[in-house]
């Protein structure tokens, strides 16, 4: 159960903080600890240290974030005028911050890559760029895709992004602080599925030309069982056509249309970007990431515009429509997929 919101300030945030400090003043001791548990993997692929490293930067960020949003706190007021328009900037400003030196870190200790297979430049493509809201349908695989989607909507296409997240994301301080002072929202466990439409109608409802509604709409990461799954799902609602369309899909869950459809029919104007990925798709658990890791992380990904004029607006062609993109997602999945990297 999730701590009232006074304890995670008084308790959660200056933990990170007091952990941040053991963990720089400690790193000598932490390296040689994973050096000595990293000598059963072959050389180029131990990957202890890179994940320690990652760990105090990430740590070292989270305190850093901590602290700006205490100032901005205080400079609007003790939080009086956080939801005037110049400081909700701010706020965004400080995540793409965060966000930006988490992926560099992310870039020099992993040699991350992303390569972005975007739309042709057209002059139409070019002006529908922040002169209209859009929703993003993305899909949900591999550790981090959130927060990468996330730092390219605001780095890259300069989108203030709005996401239902799992409340459970609140243990994390800075995401919590910062996030709940923003438009988005964090569903608890058990939320009936009327209560998350609820919420991503609300945060549909009220976008802006330079918005962008984050949703992924498998619920869920990959994984083959969460597939098998799903389609079983699909049989006993008796929904045949739709679980047949799923099982032709090797790569991704089959979508759920609730909270889409919602978030398109509460703001019709809003185009719709379909997003792919591929890259890190075998590491979900931390398992696998130990194990897993490449010496070199490339992520691939595309997305697809899809104009508010060409959108179905009847329910049964939206879903349709739905499986048709998520169709054409599995197959460049299949075209663009790295190999495995072999388990250690």
């Known amino acids: 159960m999730l701590p009232p919101r006074i304890i995670r300030r008084l308790v959660l945030a200056p933990l990170v903080i007091v952990l941040t400090v053991v963990a720089v ?91 972005i297979d975007e739309p042709p430049p057209t002059p139409d493509e070019l002006s529908r760029r922040l002169t209209r809201p859009v929703v993003v349908l993305s899909r949900h695989a591999g550790p981090g895709d959130s927060f990468l989607l996330v730092h390219h909507l605001l780095a890259r296409y300069d989108r203030r992004p709005r996401i239902v997240m799992k409340a459970a994301l609140q243990f994390d301080p800075s995401l919590d602080v910062v996030v709940n002072r923003l438009p988005n929202a964090f569903v608890p466990r058990g939320t009936a599925e009327s209560g998350v439409l609820a919420e991503i109608r609300r945060l549909a409802s009220g976008m802006d030309a330079d918005d962008a509604l984050v949703i992924f709409p498998e619920g869920g990461n990959f994984t083959p069982r969460r597939r098998l799954r799903a389609i079983l799902r699909l049989e006993l609602k008796g929904l045949a056509e739709e679980a047949a369309r799923a099982r032709g899909m090797e790569y991704l869950l089959p979508p759920r249309p609730n909270g889409a459809i919602a978030a398109i029919d509460a703001c019709p104007e809003a185009d719709v970007i379909f997003v792919a990925h591929t890259g890190l798709d075998d590491l979900v658990t931390l398992g696998d990431i130990w194990r897993r890791l490449p010496l070199r992380a490339e992520i691939r990904a595309k ?28 197959a460049w999945i299949t075209e663009n997929r790295p190999a495995p990297t072999p388990a250690a």
């Open 25 to 115: 003043v400690t790193l000598p001791v932490w390296l040689l600890v994973v050096a000595a548990a990293s000598l059963r993997l072959p050389p180029p692929q131990r990957r202890g240290t890179r994940l320690v490293w990652f760990a105090v930067a990430w740590l070292t960020l989270e305190s850093m974030a901590l602290a700006a949003c205490l100032g901005l706190w205080v400079a609007c007021g003790f939080g009086g005028r956080l939801h005037r328009d110049e400081h909700q900037e701010r706020h965004y400003a400080l995540i793409r911050w965060f966000l930006s030196r988490v992926y560099g870190a992310a870039v020099r200790i992993f040699q991350l890559s992303v390569r």
């Open 303 to 330: 997305w697809w515009r899809v104009r508010a004029a060409d959108v179905p607006r009847d329910r049964e062609s939206q879903i349709r429509w739905l499986f048709d993109h998520w169709e054409r997602i599995d």
